[in-house]
Structure formats: C-alpha cells, structure tokens
C-alpha cells in the first residue's frame, strides 16, 4: 500500500508521573491534542521524548496503551535508539507488529568516530534481523546527539540494498549543505525536517514534512508552513530561544506552559528541568504566537 505523503508528526514529549514513572494516559491525551491541531502522526521515544531514558517495559506499556487509545497504524511512529543490533531489532519489530506507519531508528552512539563501514554493516544486521517485516524504516540523523553523521551515500547503499524497507530519513544535522544533497539524490525518500528553522526551505526543495518538537505546541502553525513552504522568522525565533536551553526540557516547559499542567516539565536524569526564568521568557514567546492568531 502506498503512503501518502508524510506531513507533520509531533516529537512526542513524554509525561512522567510524580513517582517518575510513564505516564501513559497524559501521553495518550496529549497526542489526540498534537493530531486534532494538525499533525498527520505522533513519533514516540525520539530526543524530544527522552527515549534513551525509556527501559523496554516502559516502551512496551506505552505502545499498547496506544494501541488500545486507537492510536496506532498510520497515526504512529515509534523511535529505537538502542546500540546492539539486536536489540534495534526486537524493538523495531515490536512497533512494526502493533501496525505502526514506520520506525525512526538512530545509528548505535556509544562508539565514536566509526567508519561508514562500520555504521552500514549495523544497519544491515538491524534490517536482515527483521527479514520481510522490515519496513517505513526513517533513518535518524542527528550527529550533535550520537556524534555519527549518516553518510548520503549510506544512505543510497541501504535504499538499494532494502529497498522496501527503507522509507525515509529525519535530518536533525542542521546541516544545509548535507540537507540539499539529500533532497537532491533522495527525492524518492520521505526527506524529513529536523531543524524548523530549515523546513520551509526544505519543503520549496521536495521535504515531504519534519518530525518535530515544536508540533507538541504549535501544531497548526507548523502544519501551514508545511503545506506553502513559507519561512516563519517568528518561529525561527522561538526555535532560536530554544536553542539556548537544553532542548528536551525546554519543549516540555513550553508544553507546561501551554497546558497548565506543571507536570510537563519533569524529566529523567541526567537532564533537568528548564530553570524558572527561562520557563518565563520562553512561555512569554509561546503566548506571542497565540495572541498573533487570535487577532
């Protein structure tokens, strides 16, 4: 079955409880918030949702409690950080089993200035080890966080290897140069935006969409950007603000800051949580756009 173009999924960011434990059912009520403003899917367990902080239990109860949410098939996509091989698999294959649209799976990062070699023959054992289940796998790359740049020639090896598993790839290099080259060679992919600040350019050059932390808050803005292609210097600024902070709490203190629920800004050593001043400054911006669209 052919997909339709992949849009906006939100980076999910993840709810703990005050024992520090998952929680599920914000989770769940949060996405059915992310989608009913404009995002196509949810992506669990990537940077933004702290998914390296997530043991295989956690994930377990998470994906069912989406699951039986009716918030599964194409709706969803799940994220693997794990470095062995096999452990990729076995979580990859848990998400492609409940009928998840794909799987974004990052190269292993405990090992440093490995070969292109090296990174291929692990994606290659990944997907051998799924066989014909293997499929909408959307390669991570993210070199700031696994310090492992995905070569755009790794990546045309593997399409051609595993061409009917390879769907795309979610660029979060904030690499210009490296995104054109991929848009260029790869306009068969589903190219997808990390950086907000890239994806209107990005989307004048054949992006299919992001998979983004800022979709947690500003669904329906980035969902328009998306859909003309029009820069948005205002949300360059957020992202820019953002920036400033440690990236993953400072998404969840926009969250806290949007929902009322001061819940949103726990999160799970070694991270900490975004100091109060910032909260301020950044919930400040964040009221900045909801004004501007109510006007």
């Excluded at 196509?40 to 933004?48: E, K, M, P, R």
């Excluded at 091989?85 to 979580?91: P, W």
């Excluded at 310090?147 to 979610?170: H, M």
Aim: net charge negative; with cysteine.
């Amino acid at each position: 079955m052919t997909q339709s173009p992949f849009g906006l999924s939100a980076a999910l960011t993840t709810p703990f409880d005050t024992a520090g434990r998952c929680d599920a059912a914000v989770a769940v009520r949060h996405a059915r918030r992310c989608l009913d403003e404009g995002c196509a899917s949810v992506t669990l367990f990537g940077t933004t949702g702290e998914g390296s902080s997530i043991d295989q239990a956690e994930r377990s109860r998470m994906l069912s409690a989406f699951a039986a949410a009716g918030l599964g098939g194409d709706r969803l996509v799940a994220c693997v950080m794990a470095n062995a091989s096999g452990d990729a698999a076995a979580q990859a294959a848990e998400i492609l089993n409940l009928g998840a649209r794909g799987v974004l799976l990052a190269p292993p990062s405990y090992f440093k200035n490995v070969s292109e070699e090296g990174v291929g023959r692990w994606f290659r054992e990944v997907l051998q080890t799924l066989g014909e289940a293997a499929r909408g796998i959307i390669l991570y790359n993210i070199p700031s966080v696994t310090a492992v740049e995905l070569p755009v020639s790794l990546v045309a090896a593997l399409r051609a290897e595993f061409p009917q598993a390879i769907a795309g790839v979610k660029d979060s290099s904030g690499n210009w140069s490296y995104t054109e080259r991929l848009l260029a060679e790869h306009r068969d992919l589903a190219i997808l935006i990390g950086d907000e600040r890239s994806l209107a350019a990005g989307v004048r050059l054949g992006a299919q969409g992001a998979i983004s932390g800022l979709a947690n808050v500003l669904a329906g803005r980035l969902s328009a950007l998306i859909r003309d292609g029009r820069d948005d210097p205002a949300l360059n600024e957020l992202v820019e603000a953002v920036l400033r902070h440690p990236v993953t709490p400072a998404v969840k203190a926009l969250v806290a800051h949007r929902t009322g629920e001061e819940g949103w800004t726990r999160v799970r050593a070694p991270l900490v949580s975004t100091p109060a001043d910032g909260r301020a400054t950044l919930g400040r911006l964040l009221d900045g756009f909801r004004e501007a669209a109510a006007a």
